[in-house]
């Protein structure tokens, strides 16, 4: 009877509170800035340059010409060699900082001397500035004294003009990108890890299960949730790859690393096209739109118990 007596009145209770806050503003009105904020800053640029993009922008003149910018675009081979690059880029680096985010993590999780050390060293490149991780990696891969070429010369391997041949400077500019990322997927995938019931895998144990057993049947399923947020958010990222793009290659030699923002950039702020720019701008959020709407319909229920 008292049992049931405390449920009913904290059913009530609930209901009540309820009440409360549908009738009261003051929950409306500290929301209020956040989505001021998104108004202002997102939704009403992303409108604009949608709007500008079925224009003839030039900052000195605006005339509306419907599709035209995107039937140019259709046929503009720097725009589908920018796509290209865009994917191999994300590709690679994406499947790299995954797989060895996971290994780095698996191997942390196991209770090392130094794990601090360890997890703040893979960490830090992430949190540092891109601007600063250019410049350090436009020293590493000099020619003639940088440290890339050095190692190999150290194997008897010959150097390379990493950044000045087409065949190498999309590879020197992923191994820079799994670098600066990898770290971030380790310490997601280690705080995942850490989350996983150890009873399991003491079950394996007694079942016979060998390390590679509990990693494939165990670690891998369970870390499903977690390795899809780091999918979804990696493309999104990759996408908008466009800071060391500027600052090693300027999107060289020969549009071997051009992207499709560096493209945006270009048109927008080098030729002053910022109405065919837009139309860029409004392909790769339609891109980046598809990816989200696969993370909200994918990515529900899909986290650990």
């Not at 993009?53 to 039937?71: L, R």
């Not at 985010?101 to 794990?115: E, Q, R, T, V, Y």
């Not at 020969?254 to 560096?262: G, K, L």
Request: without cysteine; proline residues 3%; positive net charge.
């Amino acid at each position: 009877m008292n049992a049931s007596l405390a449920t009913r009145e904290a059913s009530q209770v609930r209901k009540v509170n309820k009440g409360q806050l549908d009738r009261d503003p003051i929950g409306y009105v500290l929301i209020a800035p956040f989505y001021f904020f998104l108004l202002i800053f997102v939704l009403v640029p992303i409108l604009m340059n949608i709007y500008l993009s079925f224009t003839n922008y030039d900052m000195n003149s605006m005339d509306f010409i419907g599709f035209k910018n995107y039937k140019i675009l259709w046929g503009d081979k720097f725009f589908w060699i920018s796509l290209k690059n865009t994917f191999i880029y994300t590709l690679f680096t994406l499947l790299f900082t995954l797989g060895l985010g996971l290994i780095f993590a698996s191997l942390l999780n196991n209770k090392l001397i130094g794990l601090s050390f360890f997890r703040t060293g893979f960490f830090t490149p992430h949190v540092t500035s891109m601007v600063a991780v250019s410049m350090i990696w436009l020293w590493i891969y000099e020619p003639s004294r940088g440290i890339a070429n050095s190692v190999l010369g150290f194997f008897h391997i010959g150097g390379k003009q990493w950044l000045y041949d087409p065949n190498w400077a999309m590879v020197a500019l992923i191994i820079m990108g799994i670098w600066k990322f990898v770290g971030y997927n380790m310490v997601i995938y280690l705080a995942g890890l850490q989350g996983v019931p150890r009873d399991l895998y003491e079950a394996a144990s007694v079942d016979g299960a060998h390390t590679l057993h509990k990693f494939f049947y165990i670690t891998i399923p369970m870390l499903k949730p977690i390795t899809f947020f780091l999918l979804i958010t990696g493309l999104i990222n990759n996408f908008n790859v466009f800071e060391q793009i500027k600052i090693l290659t300027n999107g060289g030699p020969m549009n071997s690393t051009t992207t499709i923002v560096h493209q945006i950039y270009n048109r927008a702020f080098g030729e002053f096209q910022l109405g065919y720019s837009s139309a860029m701008a409004t392909v790769l959020l339609g891109i980046i739109a598809v990816i989200t709407i696969v993370n909200f319909k994918y990515g529900q229920g899909n986290d650990i118990d």
